[in-house]
T-cell receptor
C-alpha cells in the first residue's frame, strides 16, 4: 500500500539553526500538507500546497517557515531559525482529492535545544 | 472561533466490548468529517469518513454517526481489541475550496485485556 514517507524520524537542533524536514508524498497525489503536533496536544494545520504554490497557511506558519517541492517527488518544510517552541512532531500529508482522506506520514520529531 | 472538540479525553473498555468515542463540532458549515487513529509514535491513520448528507456510515468493525442537529459525531468500534488502543481524533472541514482539516483534541482509548 502506498504511503507518505518522512525523513528524518528524529531531528535535534540548536535554537537559531535552520532545519529542513523532508517528505515524499504518495506518488499520484496532488495536494500536500504540513501539520504539527506538540506533545499531548491536537494536530494543528500549518500549510497546504497545490499546483506548486501555497494554498493556505495558518498563523503558525510565519516568515520563518517555507515549503518547497524541489522535484516531482519531494516536499520539504524549512524552518529558517528554530525556536524552542518549534519543538513538536511534524507530519506531512497528501491526498489526491483536496482535503479529503488525508494520508499522513509517521512524522519527524523535532527537538530544539 | 469555531472549533472541533471531544467530550472525553480518556476511555477504558474491556476487550470484546463496544467503544463509543464522541466529538462535538461548532462550525455549522462543516460538511465533511473524518476519524483518525493515532498510535504512539505514528502519524494519524485514516479510519472512516462521512459527509453531511449522511447520518451513518459503516466500515469494518467501525461505524460513524453524524447528528447535524446537535453538531455531534461519534465513532463506534465493535468488539474492541487490544490493537484498537490509541488516540482517536475527529477532524472536519467545510470542504470548500482548500479549507484545511481542523482536528479535535483527541480521546485516548485503552483496551483492558
Amino acid at each position: 500500500e502506498p504511503e507518505v514517507t518522512q525523513t528524518p524520524s528524529h531531528q535535534v537542533t540548536q535554537m537559531g539553526q535552520e532545519v529542513i524536514l523532508r517528505c515524499v508524498p504518495i506518488s499520484n497525489h496532488l495536494y500536500f500538507y504540513w501539520y504539527r503536533q506538540i506533545l499531548g496536544q491536537k494536530v494543528e494545520f500549518l500549510v497546504s500546497f497545490y499546483n506548486n504554490e501555497i494554498s493556505e497557511k495558518s498563523e503558525i506558519f510565519d516568515d520563518q517557515f517555507s515549503v518547497e517541492r524541489p522535484d516531482g517527488s519531494n516536499f520539504t518544510l524549512k524552518i529558517r531559525s528554530t525556536k524552542l517552541e518549534d519543538s513538536a512532531m511534524y507530519f506531512c500529508a497528501s491526498t489526491g482529492t483536496g482535503n479529503e482522506k488525508l494520508f499522513f506520514g509517521s512524522g519527524t520529531q523535532l527537538s530544539v535545544l | 472561533g469555531e472549533s472541533v472538540g471531544l467530550h472525553l479525553p480518556t476511555l477504558s473498555v474491556q476487550e470484546g466490548d463496544n467503544s463509543i468515542i464522541n466529538c462535538a463540532y461548532s462550525n455549522s458549515a462543516s460538511d465533511y468529517f473524518i476519524w483518525y487513529k493515532q498510535e504512539s509514535g505514528k502519524g494519524p491513520q485514516f479510519i472512516i469518513d462521512i459527509r453531511s448528507n449522511m447520518d451513518k456510515r459503516q466500515g469494518q468493525r467501525v461505524t460513524v454517526l453524524l447528528n447535524k442537529t446537535v453538531k455531534h459525531l461519534s465513532l463506534q468500534i465493535a468488539a474492541t481489541q487490544p490493537g484498537d488502543s490509541a488516540v482517536y481524533f475527529c477532524a472536519e472541514t467545510p470542504n470548500s475550496g482548500n479549507t484545511p482539516l481542523v482536528f479535535g483534541k483527541g480521546t485516548r482509548l485503552s483496551v483492558i485485556a
